[in-house]
């Protein structure tokens, strides 16, 4: 009788952890609250730089790494990449992660700033976009006027226009550059923003959230997309086209499918896609999912 008591008063008490945890309002398998609300505290993209699944987690996985290169695709993830010091620029070291080497005919690096450091430009002909994603510069131009970016900042500079970025403390940069397409007398001009100000843009037959960093003229031969996908959504379309894509995983975590191949990919995730690669996204976990993506627009193909 004593034993059937004491079963009794067991099974109590697991069915009341199970009641208590099923009205939480984070569930029973959740991570305590007090992390949650310690990553609230964070500034925004720290994960980019702080990734859940860091290099110094796969340290005493020796060969291990998520990066994957292939003919078509590439996923660059945060253990593989290699810094050294940028070209023309002091204090500063990259990692370059899209090249012309792999088949894009753009680059795509990180571009780290420690104390008082500042840029170079680039070579003729070529254009620039840097988006801060850690800390802030400050950028000069020829006419000495100077602009701070902050994080979720960004600037485009045209082809030979003469600027600088210096950095006082320290902050990290994603920076794209490519030979600028010429078309007739179009020209493009110095563009400087932060994604909040853009306008949420109409996305026919998706869910996604859109907004365009540049210009939609056709002066200009890319543009950048900041795109946000709630938990479980998805694209819609299983995209297959002749544009090529850079892309940063700034926010969250998900699933990419590219050609045959689906990876996991969380914050801090680079991808390049090379034309007419089939591309699909759909995000997981329990926060929103954001990224950053290169597309070359308004150019004939041939």
């Known amino acids: 009788m004593r034993a059937l008591h004491l079963i009794s008063f067991f099974f109590f008490i697991i069915i009341s952890v199970f009641a208590k945890a099923s009205k939480s309002d984070d ?7 007090i992390i949650q609300s310690d990553e609230k505290t964070k500034p925004i993209y720290w ?4 990734p859940t699944l860091s290099p110094s987690h796969l340290q005493d996985l020796p060969g291990y790494t998520r990066s994957v290169y292939k003919r078509d695709h590439a996923l660059i993830t945060p253990e593989s990449h290699v810094y050294s010091p940028l ?6 070291l990259g990692a370059y992660l899209i090249t012309p080497a792999m088949g894009s005919h753009f680059v795509m690096y990180f571009a780290k700033m420690k104390e008082m450091s500042s840029s170079g430009l680039p070579p003729k002909d070529i254009e620039r976009l840097v988006f801060v ?3 802030a510069v400050t950028l000069t131009n020829t006419s000495s006027s100077s602009t701070k970016l902050t994080v979720d900042s960004y600037a485009y500079l045209p082809p030979n226009f003469h600027h600088s970025l210096d950095c006082a403390e320290s902050a990290t940069l994603v920076v794209f550059e490519r030979r600028y397409q010429h078309l007739g007398s179009h020209t493009t001009e110095l563009t400087v923003g932060s994604t909040d100000k853009q306008p949420l843009l109409e996305t026919p037959g998706e869910v996604f959230e859109l907004r365009k960093l540049l210009p939609v003229s056709l002066a200009y031969d890319f543009n950048i997309h900041i795109m ?9 379309v299983k995209e297959v086209h002749y544009n090529q894509h850079g892309l940063l995983l700034l926010e969250g975590q998900g699933i990419y499918r590219l050609g045959d191949n689906w990876y996991p990919v969380q914050s801090g995730d680079v991808i390049w896609m090379a034309p007419f690669v089939p591309q699909w996204y759909a995000a997981l976990g329990k926060t929103r999912s954001r990224y950053l993506l290169y597309k070359d627009v308004n150019r004939n193909p041939l």
């Open 228 to 236: 946000d996908f709630q938990p479980g959504e998805f694209l819609n």
């Open 87 to 92: 070209p023309d620029w002091t204090n500063t």
């Open 133 to 135: 994603v850690e800390g």
């Open 27 to 33: 569930g029973f398998c959740s991570a305590p609250s």
């Open 47 to 50: 994960k980019v730089t702080n």
